[in-house]
């Protein structure tokens, strides 16, 4: 019981510290503007940045969650939009 109630507190510390890193990371790449961007228009953002090397593959997951999370299409937006 106590390993679980550790890997729960563990988990929401890494969801909080995530959210922290996505407005981190967009304004380092300069990432599109999200209340107008639909979720393809950023993935292929985020697949041509890639490709030519201006976003690294370790931080291209992040973003692109942080991205479509707030992206204008997504219909759980609200879930992010108090932020």
């Known amino acids: 019981m106590k390993k679980m109630i550790a890997a729960a507190i563990l988990l ?7 959210m922290a890193d996505c407005k981190t990371l967009m304004s380092q ?5 999200t209340s107008t961007s639909l979720m393809r228009k950023l993935k292929r953002w985020v697949k041509r940045g890639v490709k030519r090397g201006k976003i690294p593959e370790s931080d291209k997951q992040v973003l692109l969650d942080c991205l479509i999370d707030r ?3 997504n219909p759980n937006r609200a879930t992010v939009a108090g932020q």
Request: proline share 7%; glycine share 6%.
């Open 12 to 18: 929401g510390l890494l969801s909080s510290s995530s």
């Open 71 to 73: 992206a204008a299409d």
């Open 29 to 33: 790449y300069n990432a599109p503007d």
